[in-house]
Nanobody, 121 residues
């Protein structure tokens, strides 16, 4: 499966963005889906994950309450709604598809190319 993340951009602190992850080659409902991010000079870190059914989600403490991961009705898109954005949310955001409900990047087999989110203060 090939993943494509998009929807990033420049936003002021306190603003919102919705990232999307679209798939080709196979339906995303076959995978647990996750979002990760990597800020300049930092390691990639977990942001959010959602089960195949969409019934369970889990968030990093740093984004909990501000971010919502969801699956689209067509089942082949996954979203990351980000509200109350902070400058420290600035990073390249990656979507990923994997086997298990996990916060570990190593559990995800398929990765999109990333979309840049820049939050200005």
């Amino acid at each position: 499966v090939q993943l494509q993340a998009y929807g990033g951009g420049l936003v002021q602190a306190g603003g919102s963005l919705r990232l999307s992850c679209a798939a080709s080659g196979r339906t995303l409902s076959s995978y647990t889906m996750g979002w990760f991010r990597q800020a300049p000079g930092k390691e990639r870190e977990f942001v959010a994950t959602i089960t195949r059914s969409g019934g369970n989600t889990y968030y990093a403490d740093s984004v909990k309450g501000r971010v919502t991961i969801s699956r689209g009705n067509a089942k082949n898109t996954v979203y990351l709604q980000m509200n109350s954005l902070k400058p420290e949310d600035t990073a390249v955001y990656y979507c990923a598809g994997g086997r298990g409900f996990s916060v570990r990047a190593s559990e995800y087999d398929y990765w999109g190319q990333g979309t840049l989110v820049t939050v200005s203060s």
